[in-house]
């Protein structure tokens, strides 16, 4: 929880949660900035237990929003 309120302070956080399909799997996806993903990756190793434990894996993908809500843009 502390890395979620991590990413959510620095406003990166768009949404995070459990996978429907796999137990003990989940997704967060962060707007951050491209100079910025080695410091969301160091934080996720030092404040995410489960990663930090071997746990999960932190996968970076880049991705571009091609149709979003208004709100959303």
């Known amino acids: 929880m502390a890395f979620l309120q ?3 302070g620095r406003g990166w956080l768009v949404a995070a949660g459990p996978l429907g399909d796999q137990d003990g ?15 969301l990756v160091e934080a ?7 990663v930090a434990e071997g746990l999960f894996d932190v996968l970076v993908r ?5 149709f979003a809500t208004p709100q959303e843009r």
């Open 44 to 50: 996720a190793h030092q404040q995410d237990a489960s």
């Open 62 to 66: 880049p991705w571009q929003v091609r």
């Open 25 to 39: 799997a989940g997704l967060t996806v962060a707007r951050v900035p491209g100079d910025k993903v080695g410091e």
């Open 6 to 8: 991590w990413l959510d």
